[in-house]
């Protein structure tokens, strides 16, 4: 593999990737980042004097999508961050995506501009209006060339629908609904009519100091427009139904995988939450983030999951010290390849990690500006847990807990992956002979 790109920033809080996600067709990729703005990068078209040149993204067109905002009612304050950008699939020449902070979702529609037009009637060539009397001749106007512009502007506006933070977003398969869920209730829009959403999961008692787990995140399932998943704090995943009920409460299926008594500790119920859920390409599997593993779970089997991956397992001895500095409760995303037979996760110390299903085969990955140089292959990495240290094997004890890598993206069809570590974005491809 080697990096086609690199998105050098500089180390403003403001500019953390807060989320990255290819459109369907994987010729642009979107990020969202703490400060509010989404950049979407364009793939370079294939030129026959530059064949080597495709594959690499640039910027296509950067936008401020969210600003901070203040909730007088609870004195609350509003973060400009994006949670969460999905494409909706492309129907005309125009792009359009939905992006959400924690409390608004924004439908944005992106298109070209490279003609003006000129003539008009009623104004003259500065665009100011001309009196009526002096007009004594009709003209047609014309339209001339410009320079490309990349025009970005918000269609839609979803707001005023949730109580708490909204975690995700998810287009439906029907490409006329989407839903967003935060903690305790999930609502399902349309895409058309911003002034009413219907809620189908609510999850909240009547009596709050009795609330027991908080929903994580949700999906709808690739192909079937009735069903959707959404995972917990406590580490189930719920199948849902629309076709049966209105709400949702009651779900279809219930995904979980009993605890082993001899590993019950103090942090089992913080890392057995799940931080992010998944569908596969095929809408047959799901997969599941934890903090230290990653599940794949047949659609058909409930009782447990059909493979465990182990992404960091070295870290179970130092729950102790990430409970104190707060990673443990750090969320995690998983991505699927375009065939579902290779899932990718982040770790530590900017590290990602690769499971093969068909081979069962893993490595670690690092993303880092000494790999950033183009054509440079990925070297696998390996971090060893006491004992004597091989020279190029890393300490678990020298892992920086302050890189992490939670945000990732696989290209639908092609060996292309952005990886965010913090405010640099990595693009790797497969090596193209």
């Known amino acids: 593999m080697h990096l086609t790109e690199e998105d050098k920033q500089t180390g403003v809080k403001a500019d953390i990737i807060s989320t990255v996600e290819f459109n369907h067709t994987g010729e642009l990729l979107a990020t969202g980042d ?44 509003i973060e400009e ?57 009709l003209r047609v106007p014309v339209l001339r060339p410009m320079d490309l512009m990349v025009e970005a502007v918000p269609r839609r506006v979803f707001c005023n629908a949730h109580t708490y933070h909204i975690n995700s977003i998810s287009v439906n398969s029907d490409y006329e609904t989407y839903m967003s869920t935060d903690d305790l209730r999930i609502n399902l829009w349309n895409l058309e009519i911003t002034n009413r959403s219907f809620n189908i999961v609510d999850i909240k008692p009547a009596n709050m100091e009795e609330l027991t787990e908080v929903i994580t995140a949700a999906e709808f399932h690739p192909n079937h427009c009735n069903t959707f998943v959404y995972s917990s704090s406590k580490g189930s995943i719920r199948l849902c139904d629309m076709r049966a009920s209105a709400l949702c409460d ?48 047949d659609l058909n089997m409930e009782s447990k999951p059909l493979e465990t991956y182990l992404v960091h397992d070295y870290l179970r001895s130092k729950l102790c010290s990430l409970y104190e500095n707060d990673c443990i409760f750090d969320k995690f995303e998983c991505v699927w390849n375009g065939s579902d037979s290779v899932i990718m996760t982040g770790s530590y110390n900017n590290f990602f990690r690769m499971f093969d299903r068909n081979t069962k085969r893993d490595v670690t990955l690092e993303a880092s500006r000494e790999n950033s140089k183009p054509r440079a292959v990925l070297k696998p990495r390996k971090v060893c847990v006491g004992g004597k240290r091989r020279k190029d094997e890393i300490s678990v004890d020298s892992l920086d807990f302050s890189k992490k890598i939670l945000h990732t993206a696989w290209h639908p069809s092609e060996n292309i992956i952005a990886v965010a570590a913090t405010n640099n974005l990595y693009i790797f491809q497969d090596k193209v002979n």
């Open 34 to 77: 703490k400060g509010g703005r989404v950049v979407v990068f364009q793939r370079e078209q294939e030129s026959k004097n530059q064949p080597q040149r495709r594959g690499e993204y640039n910027v296509y067109s950067t936008f401020q999508s969210h600003e901070p905002e203040f909730d007088y009612l609870k004195s609350l304050e």
């Open 81 to 137: 961050k994006i949670n969460k950008i999905r494409w909706l699939p492309q129907q005309n020449a125009a792009y359009f995506l939905l992006s959400t902070n924690d409390k608004t979702v924004k439908l944005w529609k992106i298109s070209e501009r490279d003609k003006r037009p000129e003539g008009y009637n009623l104004k003259d060539d500065e665009g100011r209006f001309r009196d009526p009397t002096t007009i004594t001749a």
């Open 250 to 297: 009651n779900h279809s299926k219930f995904f979980e995988e009993p605890e082993d008594p001899s590993n019950r500790s103090f942090f089992s119920e913080i890392i057995s939450s799940v931080s992010d859920v998944k569908f596969s390409h095929s809408g047959r599997y799901l997969m599941t983030r934890d903090y230290l593993t990653v599940k794949v779970w």
